[in-house]
T-cell receptor, first 114, second 114 residues
Framework: DAKTTQPTSMDCAEGRAANLPCNHS???????VYWYRQIHSQGPQYIIH???NNETNEMASLIITEDRKSSTLILPHATLRDTAVYYC???????????????FGTGTQLKVEL | DGGITQSPKYLFRKEGQNVTLSCEQN?????MYWYRQDPGQGLRLIYY???????QKGDIAEGYSVSREKKESFPLTVTSAQKNPTAFYLC?????????????FGPGTRLTVL
């Protein structure tokens, strides 16, 4: 699975958009980008995933660059409850040998403040 | 409610004792996983299982053992051979079919070896 690089920490004002970047320059054509988050001392929570098109769900939007070497997770209106560590993970399609394993890095600590 | 339960939330053991962590899911998921998390670090995969009576080593399996006698249950034993067992242990499960496999995590067990 491709290695990802994320900033160690970021701050965001409540109500503003939080934009979390992720670099995955060695991503291959069949690898997906996943985002999870972990609130302190809890289990990680799935947020969103994508292959090459931008994706949006009730939690967030995922913007993947055209060359797929980087992506940005957008929380449109961050709240205090969005304070967490955000993990960007790249892995292959389960049907093409991507397997079931998720490789977690150290992620980005997002702090949402008043 | 469907979900994953881990018990207990906090566990204390004396050095040299084996300890078994419980993980149960009622999501009818085929795959289950065990991760370890140390302070300030990401999650590392210990073992995973895709089907009853079968499991595979993850990245840090030494000093751990698992069993998968039932689809719903995937207990993890931390043996005395594990050199540094104090950590936060997370269990997860997922489906195997489909284009991706979102992993659902339990609340975790914090193990402290005295």
């Amino acid at each position: 699975d491709a290695k990802t690089t994320q900033p160690t920490s970021m701050d965001c004002a409540e109500g503003r958009a939080a934009n979390l970047p992720c670099n995955h320059s060695t991503i291959s054509g069949n690898e997906y980008v996943y985002w999870y988050r972990q609130i302190h001392s809890q289990g990680p929570q799935y947020i969103i995933h994508g292959l090459k098109n931008n994706e949006t769900n009730e939690m967030a939007s995922l913007i993947i660059t055209e060359d797929r070497k980087s992506s940005t997770l957008i929380l449109p209106h961050a709240t205090l409850r969005d304070t967490a560590v955000y993990y960007c993970i790249v892995r292959g399609h389960i049907l093409t040998g991507g397997g079931n394993k998720l490789t977690f890095g150290t992620g980005t600590q997002l702090k949402v403040e008043l | 409610d469907g979900g994953i339960t881990q018990s207990p939330k906090y566990l204390f053991r004396k050095e040299g004792q084996n300890v078994t962590l419980s993980c149960e899911q009622n999501l009818n998921h085929d795959a289950m996983y065990w991760y370890r998390q140390d302070p300030g670090q990401g999650l590392r995969l210990i073992y995973y299982s895709q089907i009853v009576n079968d499991f595979q080593k993850g990245d840090i399996a030494e000093g751990y053992s698992v069993s998968r006698e039932k689809k719903e249950s995937f207990p993890l034993t931390v043996t005395s051979a594990q050199k540094n067992p104090t950590a936060f242990y997370l269990c997860a499960s997922s489906v195997l079919a489909g284009t991706y496999n979102e992993q659902f995590f339990g609340p975790g067990t914090r193990l402290t070896v005295l």
